[in-house]
């Protein structure tokens, strides 16, 4: 079975951030309670918070 995991995902969006005061990295987002329960138990859960963290989208826009 092919499961997708959802740790990779959120490693390139914008809102996982690494916490200085915790020395790791966390999700910018409070999910709910449901949200999270699907995040956790649904290896195919889509976050709809999920922004792609494009360093170069800037560079782009200049061009």
């Known amino acids: 079975m092919n499961k997708k ?9 914008v809102n996982y951030v690494y916490d200085q005061e915790d ?5 910018l987002v409070n ?3 449901d949200e999270y329960i699907s995040f ?3 290896p195919n859960y889509s976050c ?5 963290d494009d360093e170069y989208s800037i ?3 200049q061009n």
């Not at 995991?5 to 969006?13: Q, R, W, Y």
């Not at 709809?48 to 792609?52: D, I, N, Q, S, V």
Request: charged share 30%; proline share 4%; aromatic share 10%.
């Open 31 to 33: 999910l709910d309670e």
């Open 23 to 27: 020395e790791c990295y966390s999700c």
């Open 5 to 13: 995991d959802n740790s990779a995902v959120c490693e390139l969006c």
């Open 40 to 42: 956790v138990s649904n």
């Open 48 to 52: 709809p918070y999920f922004r792609l």
């Open 59 to 61: 560079v782009r826009k």
